[in-house]
């Protein structure tokens, strides 16, 4: 069984806090983590190799310092890293990064399944596994949170819908994304920490893989962020004061002026 | 596709602060964009001297001119109609008007002629019917391939799906095949009137920041909409929209997905999304026991109770009570949040309530700066005297009354 399990590296977002007074991100102090969704993406694919034999390879796209984040996973004890990392892949929106990373997994080559997290924290879009499943024409089932048989033939799975789940069956090769309910991560191994250390990640830029030019990056994307901004703050509440009686009071007096009812 | 910084830049340091990626450092007095920059353009924004150029080359040869219409996709289980359908009918309204298009449904299903009927019965000019036995279960492929063939024949200009599990992941894969932009779990929508094109408003990093996405140069505009956001619409006295039955025939599909079973779990009784008033708690609450003080409040008002997710972390209550970015987004005529202190992730959730009133020890607590009123102390003292005033007045504005 040949497993790719896509990652991507984001800023640990429950650290973000954002600064009033110029209405951003303050960035200092937070950390870069694996997707925590895709730690279980990594597991998944570690698990079904120690079951069925073959091989797990992580691939990731991002600027040079995603290394780290592919000797963490190296730590847990996947086989391959790889990591996409070209100026001409920046700028990606979901589309050009599913279209990026599929043809990086055609170039691996024989890949049974593709394990992608839920979502990543920072985007939440939920958009690249699909995208990905639709670029190399396999079939894909989202929402993962227990695998129920996998064979060289096909996966069954469960898929958390809204009030309940579906059980859904796919011919491989075949693309899931997981929810953290499909497994419990595992700590990295000594001889996986050993191992990432000495490793040399390899980087594919763009020239390595046979693509479309036109479809990657910025130009390959046809979504763009034309402004940001801080979600608003209401700056007219009332503070009520006094004890807690009169406090109530208050609120009710308040509530009754505005007519709520 | 490029960046680059021009000679006017002045090293005011302005795109160095608004960079959200840390990829703006300054050498000699000017802004140098570093390997990480994701080319997000905040920082040309920013620039008071437009010195940040970024230009995208289009290599898309498409006839926009084309493209008309807004499309919802009526999402339907067991032939009921998903909540969120009627929500992105309402916003559809808004948005066709703005447009002066047509607003359409599309209605993908086994037996659903009468749901068909049912949503002509709104204000949109056509219902798209692809009924068929096949439709029968949702099928990421089959349904993928009918939306396609769909927007091939129809050339709709924008498709505004529910962010929903279903929704989350037919988007993708049609948005993919098609080659066009597809924006996730928005929560704004408007158009821009002068070039004609969605506006497209959702939360990211957390929530902490809200982005405004385009999607100019390729048909159609794709957008998924978080549930519980816009507002439904009533029904009209007659039916306006056209039924249109869509011939669709499945041949030459080699299906490689196949369902086994849907398997439905008990849900709690009172849907917090449908409830018109919230009682909310937090970290602040304490136990698990003193949240029955919480569904006290509740039932005396004839409410909901909701849970921040540091609440739901702790075992006091269950997940589907959550409200917040990683649970559901509620807005209800008045959202009492009692001992959470209104981290980012739980005001997305809940930040377009009617009426936000916050009970915090903390004065600090940043939940005050988006409430309606805020109450500043325990809220084990606070709580059970409302629930008395309450019980005496019967209602909000008798007990009130009864102050005077």
Redesign the interface.
Same mark, same amino acid.
């Given at each position: 069984m040949n497993i790719v399990v896509c990652i991507k590296q984001v @800023?640990d &977002?429950?650290d973000?806090?954002?600064d009033r007074n110029?209405n951003?991100?303050i960035?200092s102090g937070v950390k870069s983590i694996i997707n925590p969704y895709d730690t279980h993406a990594i597991e998944l694919g570690l698990q079904i190799r120690e079951k069925l034999g073959g091989k797990v390879v992580v691939i990731s796209m $991002? =600027? @040079?310092?995603v290394i780290d984040s592919l000797k963490e996973a190296v730590s847990m004890g996947v086989d391959d890293v790889i990591l996409l990392s070209d100026?001409?892949f920046?700028?990606a !929106?979901?589309?050009a990064t599913? *279209?990026t990373l599929a043809e990086a997994i055609k170039s691996i080559g024989n890949v049974d399944l593709v394990i992608c997290g839920k979502q990543a924290? !920072?985007?939440?879009?939920?958009?690249? $596994? @699909?995208?990905i499943?639709?670029?190399l024409n396999? =079939?894909?089932? &989202? *929402?993962v949170n227990e695998l129920c048989n996998i064979n060289s033939a096909n996966i &069954?799975v469960k898929?958390?819908?809204? $009030? $309940? *789940?579906?059980?859904?069956?796919? !011919?491989l090769p075949?693309l899931i994304t997981v929810v953290k309910e499909v497994n419990e991560v595992r700590f990295p191994s000594i001889r996986g920490i050993l191992r990432s250390r000495e490793i040399d990640v390899p980087i594919w830029t763009s020239k390595d893989l046979n693509i479309d030019f036109?479809k990657i990056?910025? !130009?390959g %994307? =046809? &979504?763009?962020?034309?402004?940001? %901004?801080?979600?608003q703050? /209401?700056?007219?509440?009332?503070? +009520?004061?006094g /004890?807690?009686?009169e406090?109530?009071?208050k609120?009710?007096?308040?509530? /009754?002026e505005?007519?709520? +009812? | 596709m490029s960046i680059r910084v021009t000679d006017s830049c002045i090293g005011c340091e302005l795109c160095i602060n608004k960079c959200p990626f840390d990829a703006i450092k300054m050498e000699s007095g000017k802004a140098i964009i570093l390997e990480n920059c994701t080319l997000c353009g905040a920082c040309v924004e920013v620039c008071p001297v437009n010195s940040i150029e970024i230009n995208k080359s289009i290599n898309n040869d498409i006839n926009l001119d084309e493209y008309k219409n807004i499309w919802v996709f009526a999402e339907q289980r067991d032939g009921e109609i998903n909540q969120v359908v009627y929500e992105l009918i309402g916003e559809g309204i808004k948005l066709s008007q703005k447009l002066n298009e047509e607003l359409c449904v599309v209605l993908i299903g086994s037996d659903v002629k009468h749901k068909a009927e049912e949503l002509a019965q709104y204000d949109v000019e056509k219902v798209y019917l692809l009924d068929n036995e096949k439709f029968k279960n949702y099928n990421d492929e089959i349904y993928t391939t009918a939306m396609t063939e769909m927007i091939e024949k129809h050339k709709p200009s924008i498709i505004l799906l529910g962010a929903t599990a279903m929704g989350r992941s037919l988007g993708p894969r049609v948005s993919a095949r098609v080659e066009t932009g597809l924006t996730a779990d928005c929560t704004e929508l408007d158009i821009d009137v002068e070039k004609r094109i969605l506006l497209q408003t959702r939360p990211a990093f957390g929530g902490n920041i809200m982005a405004t996405i385009v999607c100019e140069n390729h048909r159609p505009q794709m957008a998924t909409v978080r549930p519980g956001v816009m507002q439904s619409p009533s029904k009209l006295s007659h039916r306006k929209g056209k039924i249109i039955i869509e011939d669709f025939v499945i041949n030459n599909l080699e299906i490689k997905t196949r369902l086994i079973e849907i398997v439905k779990e008990i849900e709690d009784k009172v849907k917090i999304e449908e409830a018109e008033i919230i009682v909310s708690g937090g970290r602040g609450v304490g136990s698990g026991e003193e949240f029955s003080m919480l569904k006290e409040l509740a039932h005396v008002l004839g409410g909901a109770v909701g849970a921040s997710r540091a609440a739901v972390d702790s075992g006091w209550i269950s997940y589907n009570h959550q409200v917040g970015q990683t649970g559901k987004t509620v807005s209800p005529k008045i959202y009492i949040a009692c001992g959470i202190s209104g981290a980012i992730q739980h005001l997305v959730g809940m930040k377009s309530s009617d009426i936000i009133i916050a009970i915090n020890k903390d004065s600090n607590a940043p939940i005050f700066n988006y409430s309606t009123y805020g109450l500043v102390g325990d809220l084990h003292e606070i709580i059970p005297m409302l629930i008395k005033e309450l019980k005496q007045g019967k209602s909000f504005p008798e007990a009130a009354t009864a102050v005077d």
């Open positions: @800023p &977002t429950t973000v806090k954002i110029t951003t991100l960035r $991002g =600027p @040079p310092q100026r001409a920046a700028g !929106d979901t589309l599913s *279209y924290i !920072d985007g939440d879009t939920a958009q690249v $596994g @699909p995208g499943a639709e670029h396999t =079939p894909h089932t &989202t *929402y &069954t898929r958390m819908i809204e $009030g $309940g *789940y579906e059980k859904v069956e796919m !011919d075949a036109t990056g910025l !130009d %994307s =046809p &979504t763009q962020v034309v402004s940001v %901004s801080t979600p703050i /209401n700056t007219q509440t009332e503070i +009520f004061t /004890n807690a009686k406090q109530v009071h609120l009710l007096e308040a509530l /009754n505005q007519k709520i +009812f | -």
